[in-house]
């Protein structure tokens, strides 16, 4: 059996580590990940095998023979089981059904006959990178981990990249640093015995959307159920979010039936319009053994709270620091109350429901309902009818929209019809953007368009996976950042058995303007009461988001006045700063500072961390 040396603790929910191929080259390699608080997980032959992070709790492993196996994350597989599928391993491609079988969100890493295989999660919420370290091939879950081995520092190119809103795949998931590579999620990446050579190997695809909403819904319902299971079966206390939406309410009825003890947290939004309190009461009413924790929304952190504090080492620029402080404000108290791990409900609308660019196939191959629903989808959204059928006649493939989209970055926003039936929502530059940013992103976008396939030809699954992968991205530095404040998230809709479950549903079904979550409610029939799955709507905290622009501009001046991209010549930072003093201008309220905010961050973040590691 593989050896396991810990020298530091480490609490659930941060696992990451670096794995090495069995070969000599890889001790030298190995240094580079060795700190005080390393784990070491040995290959038979007791080279470094894994070194990293993590807890008992999040890892399982097993060795037979010439085969080794580990799982490292939320997976309900036991040490037993997992022996016997290292027992019957006989080619590293067996691992394809055994990562589409198991339930959770979890890395699985195998050894055989001296090759290495290491993958992720579909979702992309857990990715995996690899870069020459040494002259070996290292794959890891963290690409600045890589990046600070090979002494590499950010691609000032690619950083510009990401200053796009949005930035579109493939730009959006290619690594900052150009030594380390990312994996695409679908990927494995398998590693030679000799550690010279790395190759990328597919491992999963969606299912085909055939299947009737009728026949999904329980299999949607058990997918659901078994990664809520994966998280409370052990028993204990959990919280959830108990917003009263569709999403969170589910998880939290799904959680009741547990052995685990929950506790529901619920916080109100500061706009009087706000409906989730009162929904959120509803459901506790038929939830009489959980303990429903109700916070001040007064107290509650607004968007923009504590940019100039965020610490967090994480490897790539992300929107999900505006949100930082609102996200990780109320674990300490849940962690007081006995939490272990605290569950949302995000990911039920990138799941449960899906993109409404099924149309554009649809349109043509089942004309009469689908334009029928695009006239209720008109009337709902407020399309305008020639931006609409302008989206529809659209029949550019990916590659010619990307190029196109590189010719109007400083274009008015397009309307949102043109986005939502198309291929995504075309990328835009603001003003503050220098013109040296605005030529590199554009190039990077033909230059990517010259080879760029969709995640799928249908541009209704491929914006459905896309966004997906984007939130996800997100989710996974909250969940680094949670598990850093003591109490680790989890999100069960992103675990890939759900996703599977809801995008084999026939889209015509799964999104119509008719029925509001019609999977969901479908699905949680038998679990949450039909009164709670009445609600039709869902809050949008459009005045968190406003108030904190107004009341954090003081930080937001402070972050442009020695601004990290202006110094590299990416963004007017005196632009900046007079938008910081006029926070009531036209359009900042709709997250065009985003990008650029999570950009500067990102990079005051890394440079912290670069400094310590210098002083240490």
Not at 39 to 47: V, Y
Not at 186 to 196: C, L, S, T, Y
Not at 257 to 282: C, E, F, I, N
Request: hydrophobic share 40%.
């Amino acid at each position: 059996m593989p050896t396991s040396h810990e020298t530091g603790g480490v609490g659930p929910g941060d696992a990451h580590f670096a794995v090495l191929p069995d070969c000599v080259d890889a001790i030298a390699a190995a240094r580079s990940f060795l700190r005080p608080e390393a784990r070491t997980l040995a290959h038979p032959s007791g080279r470094p095998w894994l070194v990293g992070r993590w807890s008992d709790q999040e890892i399982v492993t097993a060795h037979a023979g010439r085969a080794a196996i580990a799982v490292v994350g939320c997976c309900s597989v036991g040490p037993d089981e997992l022996k016997g599928y290292a027992e019957r391993l006989r080619d590293l491609t067996e691992l394809d059904a055994l990562a589409r079988r198991l339930s959770g969100s979890f890395h699985l890493v195998a050894a055989l006959d001296g090759r290495l295989r290491v993958q992720g999660t579909a979702s992309g919420l857990r990715l995996v990178f690899h870069a020459i370290v040494d002259g070996v091939q290292v794959a890891a879950t963290s690409a600045e981990v890589l990046a600070a081995a090979t002494g590499a520092e950010p691609d000032e190119e690619r950083l510009a990249v990401r200053l796009l809103w949005p930035a579109p795949y493939p730009l959006s998931e290619t690594s900052l640093w150009r030594t380390v590579t990312a994996v695409p999620p679908e990927d494995a990446v398998v590693v030679a015995p000799d550690g010279r050579t790395a190759r990328h190997s597919r491992w999963w695809a969606p299912p085909d959307p055939v299947r009737s909403l009728a026949e999904s819904a329980p299999l949607v319902r058990e997918a659901l159920a078994d990664a809520v299971d994966a998280r409370t079966s052990a028993g204990g206390v959990v919280s959830c979010d108990l917003s009263g939406g569709l999403d969170s309410t589910s998880v939290c009825f799904l959680a009741a039936r547990s052995p685990a003890r929950v506790v529901a947290s619920t916080w109100p939004g500061r706009d009087p319009a706000d409906s989730d309190l009162y929904w959120a009461k509803k459901a506790a009413r038929f939830l009489p053994d959980i303990e429903h924790v109700i916070w001040d929304a007064d107290e509650s952190p607004l968007v923009y709270d504590d940019l100039l504090a965020i610490d967090d080492l994480i490897d790539e620029p992300t929107i999900g620091v505006m949100d930082r402080s609102r996200v990780l404000h109320h674990l300490p108290g849940l962690g007081q109350r006995g939490s272990r791990v605290h569950l949302t409900g995000i990911g039920g609308d990138h799941v449960a429901w899906c993109s409404e660019a099924y149309y554009h196939r649809l349109v043509r191959t089942r004309p009469l309902i689908a334009l029928r629903n695009l006239r209720g989808f008109r009337t709902l959204f407020h399309w305008p009818l020639g931006a609409t059928a302008r989206a529809l006649a659209d029949a550019r493939p990916y590659g010619q929209w990307l190029a196109h989209s590189s010719r109007d970055l400083r274009e008015a926003t397009a309307p949102p019809v043109s986005g939502t039936l198309g291929w995504g929502t075309p990328p835009r530059l603001f003003d503050w953007i220098t013109p040296e940013a605005a030529r590199v992103a554009g190039q990077a976008l033909r230059d990517a368009a010259a080879s760029a396939v969709p995640l799928h030809p249908d541009r209704g699954m491929h914006t459905d996976l896309e966004q997906i992968r984007s939130c996800t991205r997100i989710v996974r530095q909250w969940d680094r950042m949670a598990a850093r404040a003591g109490v680790p998230m989890a999100s069960p809709f992103f675990d890939d058995r759900v996703i599977e479950a809801c995008l084999a549903v026939n889209p015509i079904e799964r999104v119509t303007p008719w029925a509001y979550k019609p999977l969901l409610t479908t699905a949680m029939r038998q679990i949450v009461p039909d009164v709670c799955l009445e609600r039709a709507n869902k809050a949008q905290a459009s005045m968190d988001a406003s108030n904190g622009l107004r009341e954090r501009r003081g930080d937001l001046m402070k972050l442009w006045e020695d601004s990290h991209l202006a110094q590299l010549g990416l963004v007017d930072g005196r632009a900046l700063m007079e938008l910081a003093r006029r926070p009531s201008t036209p359009g900042l309220g709709e997250g065009t500072l985003y990008s650029t905010i999570a950009c500067e961050v990102w990079l005051r973040s890394l440079s912290r961390h670069r400094r310590e590691v210098f002083r240490g």
